[in-house]
């Protein structure tokens, strides 16, 4: 944008530096420091280790995929027009 001199540089750090994109990159750079260290792999191996049937899944699985669930904000949903609602 600033090469083709479309927007000036604080039109375009204002436009990317939103709280929704703040908030991506941070969960992206969490989400790398937990798959470089194997965190992923530990967690998962002690979740899928306790289950020994489907009943047993669905107990421990369900819950805790509501508790994860419960977490997701509105930055992680589908974006929607401000406004009226409608595009013209």
Do not use: Q, W
């Amino acid at each position: 944008m600033y090469l083709f001199a479309i927007l000036p540089l604080d039109s375009i750090a204002k436009a990317y530096m939103k709280d929704a994109v703040f908030f991506i990159f941070g969960v992206l750079t969490i989400a790398v420091g937990v798959s470089k260290t194997g965190l992923d792999r530990r967690i998962g191996v002690v979740f899928l280790s306790r289950i020994r049937n489907l009943k047993s899944f669905c107990f421990l699985f369900l819950p805790g995929l509501a508790l994860a669930a419960s977490f997701l904000s509105e930055h992680a949903l589908v974006p929607r027009p401000r406004g009226g609602g409608t595009r013209s």
